[in-house]
């Protein structure tokens, strides 16, 4: 029996890999010196015990991603990752294909859990904290 794959299928893979990829390493991307700034030297306390390299990573992408989405786009964002992290959720498609892919080498369901909800943190603080225009 062959299965099929659609393209839509094929390209959430690889998105999903490509999330991984990004929250995993956003802040060897040149993004650790920021992390020192007093803009964002808070995620430091903030993540207190739990600090990873990677947590802090995605916390600080989630408020770059803020930045640059429009307020449509922001709410989409969101509306993922609150699907995608919600405990009740049973259905997790988004971690299932970061698992799923290549570079999910030392990686566990929680990791991705924490890395996502580190980034909707980020969406959130960003937007919570972003003036009113």
């Known amino acids: 029996m062959t299965t099929y794959t659609s393209d839509s299928e094929i390209r959430l893979k690889k998105d999903s890999a490509d999330l991984l990829l990004i929250l995993k390493y956003y802040l060897d991307a040149g993004n650790y010196t920021r992390l020192l700034d007093s803009e964002h030297e808070d995620i430091l306390e903030i993540l207190g015990d739990k600090f990873t390299h990677e947590l802090a990573g995605a916390r600080l992408l989630g408020r770059d991603v803020a930045q640059i989405c429009n307020g449509q786009s922001r709410e989409v964002v969101l509306e993922i990752l609150d699907r995608e992290t919600n405990p009740d959720n049973r259905q997790t498609t988004l971690i299932d294909n970061m698992l799923n892919s290549p570079l ?26 972003k003036a009113v225009t």
């Open 104 to 129: 999910a080498a030392g990686v566990n369901f929680d990791m991705c859990m924490g890395l996502l909800r580190e980034l909707n943190n980020g969406v959130t603080e960003a937007n919570t904290n």
